[in-house]
């Protein structure tokens, strides 16, 4: 703004200026218009979600190409620097599978034909044959047979219920079912107590309803011949490239050397379906399985075995490296170019891919389409706004990892946040996690979005329910894209949808119908999160002060040594460290935020011309910069590459979300073996969060020693 002439008029433009420069967010008018009805359309965004899901659309295919050219059409048409940014990564596809059942020695073997089936009138009836066969990516090929013991869901507890039972199923192949824990879990774990194989399917207990004969298209359950894939991959990004990007002729690991690094399963595994599920367990003789690890309705009565049914399972899959295409779309900051908020969501599905992904994806460009929108307009970000669409998400975090290892540099220097939205919409019930500095943002940014459910009260409203504070979720699980930010760099980042689980997850089933019939019917849900999402990225974008607040990881942090405390308390673990280290950050984050009031204050009208903008730079780098102190470069004992001290996924399940994931390793480490050795292991993983804790305090002051 130059103004040369001094007027009345210039005095009255100049008031109202310096007004607007001193609220809390300058381009607020802009923020309201954001989500206000006159730019959110449900018709443009349940357009966008039947474009993106006409066809299956896994990584690596002509389809997802496709979509990705779809995804940077519209970026480009709403005024978004626009690119494909590719990555040359591993990639599996199935080539056969067989599997048969042999009930008992008398009787003929039963072989599966393993097909979905579609319905009378299934609009996607004509491209179901381009779905791939039911599979799991990264399995293990092979050709194995043996008696079948059912493990319920797989957990390392299961096994300990089945060996209290006498039960060995070293040389069988167990039948787990899906629901718990994540399916490479289930299936390293079934590798690690002795079986030759593994299949895992759903339950009409936990998908179908339980066995009230309805399903889709119906009803939202998972029909019986309905088969959750999904990939076995225990690891993060390319397993061909750990630490580095997936370039078109890098250096790559052998097969052997992927093999050693840990994370590929070692025995074969299939889906199957509940129908098919449901046949095996009937040729299961042996002691009755306890009652939670039963069936429902007509159900039979589950035994664990093993046999009399003998399984011949074969699975064949091929291994390639394939193009794939994250999507990224820029609009530069007018004031701090180089300082970047982030939105990401993944555009690969297993199939159509209506829940899981792009209900993510039309939310995405729904948000690409109003920011072109308040462009058109005048507003420009103070700081750069990146939105990304990654690819491969489905096979292991593939494309969002890739860039984050390639970028890692820049982000660790740049990023202020990264925000994730998978699967936008699975049913109704709003939910965030973040890293903790954000949470009283979500809380804010919520209050100002309706709820999509009930338009008398607020998403806040509605997240709280009859609580006075609502529950944030931690980002520890390797469940997202969000996993390389946080987990790898140490980037506050957040992550939020409406709904968690949904029965037709990962099937043939999960198409526009569905989410037309039962996920969203109206879009109203969509439509909130492109607000909310959009809102949260234009707050952090345009705040003078990046708005995080550094004590509510403080008391995050408490409530986890509390816990310690109780789990551990005749162990002889000394915390006092780690207790002091909590309360140097509990005090910096005070004074921190009151060193942000202090710059505030003294910026009063006229000194406005004054304005120490290094002040506010100097202050806001320190915001961005201690989460990366909660890294630490080592990274978590025999898993180097997840360096986040504070956050990271469990051993046993990478769903699991841990808080100090390391010191809980350690833990149940020690209580296994009872060792001095492996206590005093425990005590060293809590001096080593102690230390990180202390150097993020240290950031957040400023200090040198
Ligand atoms: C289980 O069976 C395997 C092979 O049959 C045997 O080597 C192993 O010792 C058995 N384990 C137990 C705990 O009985
Ligand atoms: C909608 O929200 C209002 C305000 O919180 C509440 O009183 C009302 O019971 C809600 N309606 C439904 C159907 O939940
Ligand atoms: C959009 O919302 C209106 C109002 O609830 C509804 O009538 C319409 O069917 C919705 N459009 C779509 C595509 O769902």
């Given amino acids: 703004m130059i103004i040369k002439t001094a007027t009345a008029a210039f005095l009255a433009i100049l008031t109202s200026f310096t007004f607007l420069l001193f609220s809390p967010t300058p381009k607020s008018s802009y923020h309201s218009l954001f989500i206000s009805d006159s730019l959110s359309s449900n018709t443009s965004i349940s357009r966008h979600l039947h474009t993106l899901t006409r066809r299956p659309h896994v990584a690596g295919t002509p389809a997802n190409a496709a979509a990705a050219a779809y995804v940077l059409s519209i970026f480009t048409s709403s005024n978004l620097l626009s690119r494909i940014t590719p990555y040359h ?4 596809y199935p080539i056969s599978r067989s599997l048969s059942l042999t009930p008992s020695p008398s009787s003929p073997p039963i072989t599966f034909d393993l097909q979905q089936e579609t ?10 044959a381009e779905v791939l066969p039911t599979f799991h990516a990264f399995a293990k090929s092979g050709d194995v047979t043996g008696h079948v013991v059912y493990v319920n869901y797989g957990r390392v507890e299961d096994y300990e219920t089945l060996k209290k039972m006498g039960v060995n199923v070293s040389g069988t192949i167990v039948l787990a079912r899906y629901g718990e824990i994540y399916r490479g879990s289930i299936v390293q774990i079934a590798y690690e107590q002795g079986a030759v194989g593994t299949l895992v399917y759903t339950d009409r207990k936990d998908y179908g309803g339980g066995g009230g004969g309805r399903w889709f298209p119906e009803e939202k359950w998972l029909p019986p011949s309905g088969v959750q894939v ?58 009755v399985a306890n009652d939670d690890w039963q069936g429902s309705g007509d159900a039979p009565t589950y035994r664990v075995g093993p046999g009399p049914g003998v399984v011949h399972l074969s699975y064949a899959g091929k291994q390639v490296i394939e193009q794939i295409e994250n999507v ?64 491969a998400e489905e096979y292991g975090l593939i494309g969002s990892t890739e860039w984050v290892e390639e970028n890692r540099d820049m982000l660790a220097s740049r990023a202020i946040a990264y925000l994730n939205v998978d699967s936008a919409v699975y049913a109704p ?28 009260q607020t998403l806040y409203q509605a997240w709280i329910g009859s609580s006075s504070s609502p529950t944030i979720g931690r980002l520890g699980s390797g469940e997202s894209d969000f996993a390389a930010f946080v987990q790898y760099i140490g980037i506050p980042s957040a992550d939020m949808a409406f709904g968690k689980g949904y029965p037709v997850y990962h099937s043939m089933y999960d198409d526009f119908v569905w989410m037309e019939k039962f996920g969203d019917p109206f879009f109203h849900r969509h439509v909130a999160v492109a607000s909310l999402w959009g809102l949260i990225a234009l707050w952090l974008a345009d705040a003078e002060f990046v708005p995080f607040d550094y004590t509510s990881y403080a008391l995050e942090l408490q409530k986890y040594m509390k816990d310690l405390e109780v789990e551990i308390s005749d162990k002889n673990i000394n915390l006092t460290p780690l207790f002091k280290s909590i309360e140097e950050l509990k005090k910096a984050a005070t004074i921190i935020n009151n060193q942000r009031r202090e710059i505030e204050q003294n910026e009063g009208w006229p000194s ?51 808080s100090l994931p390391g010191v809980d390793e350690a833990i149940e480490k020690a209580k296994r073996l009872n060792t001095a050795e492996s206590w005093k292991f425990v005590q060293h993983e809590v001096w080593r969060v102690a230390r990180v804790v202390r150097r993020a305090a240290k950031v957040i002051n400023g200090d040198l020693t």
Avoid at 245 to 253: G, V
Wanted: charged share 25%; aromatic share 8%.
């Fill in 89 to 92: 990564v591993a990639l599996t």
């Fill in 119 to 128: 319905y009378p009138g299934d609009p996607y009836a004509d491209v179901a």
């Fill in 230 to 287: 999904g990939t076995v991959y225990n690891g993060i990004g390319d397993p061909t490239t750990p630490g580095w990007a997936s370039s078109e002729e890098c250096e790559r690991l052998s097969d052997e050397e992927v093999e050693k690094g840990g994370d590929l399963t070692l025995i074969p595994s299939l889906p199957i379906s509940g129908a098919d599920g449901e046949t095996i367990l009937r040729a299961i003789g042996g002691q």
């Fill in 328 to 391: 990224i779309g820029v609009i530069e900051g007018e004031e701090e170019p180089d300082r970047f908020v982030i939105l990401g969501n993944h555009r690969d599905a297993w199939t159509f891919g209506a829940v899981d992904p792009n209900s993510g994806t039309a939310a995405l460009l729904e948000i690409a389409q109003r920011l072109g929108k308040l462009q058109e307009k005048g507003w420009k970000p103070r700081r750069t706004i990146i939105l990304c669409n990654w690819d």
């Fill in 429 to 456: 019930g709003f939910w965030a996690s973040a890293t903790p500095q954000l949470d009283e943002l979500l809380k804010q940014a919520t209050q100002q979005v309706k709820d999509p459910d009930n338009s008398s």
């Fill in 608 to 658: 406005i011309w004054k304005k120490d903008h290094f002040k506010v730079r100097e202050l806001n780098d320190r915001l961005m910069m201690a989460e990366r102190a909660f890294t630490d470069q080592d990274g978590l004992f025999g898993r180097s590459w997840y360096k986040h001290l504070i956050y990271g996924p469990s051993r046993n399940d990478d769903y699991g979300s841990k």
